[in-house]
């Protein structure tokens, strides 16, 4: 399946554009309904990629016949009606997939992975341009491989000896912006104006890593460049995220998570490894973010880390440290509270939003806090609703999500998290509800539930004392709805006919979209308890499709619709 962003509207309905089993679709955001949709199946064409250039109302779909013919078909995005077709032969063939330089310009290999093929269809007109890899790169050695780039009109290729970063000039030539021996990873582009994008790219070189941080309109310029001792056993550097924050001179600041092959995880910033995590986070199922406690007058308002006892019993260490009488063990305990008291690992709420808690939810059932600032745990505690019990016997934890969140009373409230479990690994179990103090870890209260949870959409509403509303799905349908209080009853029945969400049957290759539709018709009657009903369904064929994993926009994401993402293979 090829989804594609795109710009489309037809009157107040955004379009999305899918490409599936030969078939391409527009699909109403609305209601599900296609819209239009152009067969492709008796071409004997192997799509490569479908575009739509920005402020066009053409599509271009682009791809392989046979293995020697370029094909490129230009239809009109609002109607599905085909404009143009248009081929092209190249004797040489080509040898795996194409990579897309800009909306209207593809690179590919040739069979023999030493040739070059820059193919444009400005207008939808084919042209092309073959450049020996060769005349690039005089140490070439084995065949070549196309790296995709997050950079728009520069590619990489990879052969055994040699990594070539390569920007598409004009009239489909080509020039070497960058050329390096060393092991690379490439981030997605990050934006950080409304007009620029930034990535990171890192070289593995033996016992250190270079990072550097570009713009990617300027390959020749670095917004940054350092380089980091790295231990040689963690193996060479598989994924890199990049994030920015701001520094106290308003100028952007630049800070990486990287991945190494041996799954351990690293935070990079300011030339230096701020934490690392050392476990291959392989049990972890679920983790969501929480604000630490505002600073007043430089106190934490929230006491987190330290009760009276441990606050007088370190002023005691500081006191023998001054008086010369503190033994090794002492001197030990009155570094770590310093570097604990540091200002990047300060459990205080920075202006930049650097330091956060990360509340991580494993398959033991056990809760951590980490610190943003330098990875160290704050607190862990596993929860007593995962223990197994008498009325629990194989308790499994499912998901985290932010419960309450206090903007207006984070002076005197501390933020909490909802913990959804259930009890057995069938889907048609009874569920369990957790609700935990993010500052101090404390398990605030649990609630054991007479129906199964399939599915929990958090509502972007909240009442009085912030807490989110959130519907629960059982195995019949029923939209369950959570806090069961007059006032968020009252809340959701004012959004009633505003409220939408989708569902994925995986396994039947099925996407649903829902609604509500009234209250519960069972024999015990529960104000809280709602119908639903089915909105719309896209199909993908089992035969060839298999969705793996879908992802929607956040909460916090400005947003008119609830749109899915698909991914399949």
């Avoid at 007109?125 to 020996?132: L, M, V, Y």
């Amino acid at each position: 399946v090829y989804t594609v962003q795109t710009n489309l509207k037809f009157d107040k309905d955004n379009v999305l554009v899918v490409f599936s089993n030969g078939r391409l679709h527009a699909i109403s955001c609305i209601d599900g309904e296609v819209l239009w949709k152009k067969d492709f199946e008796a071409e004997s064409f192997e799509v490569q990629q479908v575009i739509q250039p920005p402020g066009s109302d053409l599509i271009y779909v682009v791809g392989f016949a046979a293995s020697y013919q370029f094909e490129m078909y230009q239809i009109n995005a609002k109607n599905g009606e085909l404009l143009k077709h248009e081929s092209a032969s190249f004797s040489s063939g080509f040898s795996g997939e194409v990579s897309l330089v800009s909306t209207e310009t593809v690179v590919a290999l040739d069979s023999t992975g030493s040739i070059l093929l820059t193919i444009s269809f400005q207008d939808g007109k084919i042209s092309s341009q073959q450049t020996p890899f060769s005349n690039l790169v005089e140490d070439s050695l084995g065949p070549a491989v196309i790296i995709p780039s997050p950079v728009s009109g520069i590619f990489a290729i990879k052969t055994d000896a040699v990594t070539v970063f390569i920007r598409v000039i004009g009239e489909g030539k080509l020039e070497v912006v960058e050329k390096t021996t060393h092991e690379i990873a490439v981030s997605d582009a990050l934006s950080i104006s409304e007009d620029q994008e930034a990535f990171a790219l890192i070289q593995h070189a033996s016992s250190e890593i270079h990072l550097t941080v570009k713009l990617a309109h300027d390959w020749d310029g670095n917004l940054l460049k350092e380089s980091v001792k790295m231990d040689r056993q963690r193996g060479l550097v598989h994924k890199v995220f990049i994030n920015n924050y701001i520094r106290t001179d308003r100028s952007y600041g630049f800070r990486v998570l990287i991945v190494m092959e041996d799954h351990s995880l690293l935070l990079l910033q300011q030339g230096e490894i701020v934490w690392s995590r050392e476990d291959g986070l392989a049990s972890i199922i679920d983790v969501t973010t929480s604000e630490l406690p505002v600073e007043r007058n430089g106190v934490s308002v929230a006491k987190v880390e330290h009760n009276l006892f441990e606050w007088l019993k370190g002023h005691m260490l500081k006191l023998k440290g001054t008086l010369m009488l503190a033994s090794p063990e002492d001197m030990a305990a009155i570094q770590s509270m310093r570097l604990k008291s540091s200002e990047k690992s300060k459990m205080t709420r920075d202006h930049n939003g650097f330091r956060k808690l990360l509340i991580v939810l494993t398959r033991a059932g056990k809760l951590f806090a980490l610190h943003t600032g330098d990875g160290r745990i704050v607190w862990s505690h596993l929860l007593r609703s995962l223990h197994k019990s008498e009325a629990c016997q194989s308790p499994i934890g499912l998901n985290l999500y932010q419960w309450q969140v206090p903007h207006h009373h984070a002076m005197d409230e501390n933020p909490s998290v909802l913990v959804v479990s259930r009890c057995g690994p069938s889907s048609d179990t009874p569920g369990v509800l957790s609700f935990v103090d993010t500052y101090t870890g404390k398990e605030l209260s649990s609630l054991s539930l007479d129906h199964a949870v399939v599915q929990v959409i958090p509502l972007p509403y909240t009442d009085s004392t912030e807490q989110r509303l959130h519907l629960l799905i059982n195995a019949d349908k029923h939209a369950h709805l959570y806090p069961k209080t007059s006032e968020a009853l009252s809340i959701f029945k004012r959004e009633f006919l505003n409220i939408y969400w989708y569902s994925v049957e995986d396994q039947n290759g099925i996407i649903k979209g829902h609604a509500l539709k009234c209250k519960c018709t069972g024999e015990v009657a529960d104000e809280f308890c709602f119908d639903t009903r089915d909105l719309w369904s896209v199909v993908f064929p089992s035969e060839s499709e298999k969705i793996v994993a879908t992802v929607t926009r956040k909460l916090n994401e400005v947003k008119h619709f609830s749109l899915p993402h698909v991914f399949s293979q």
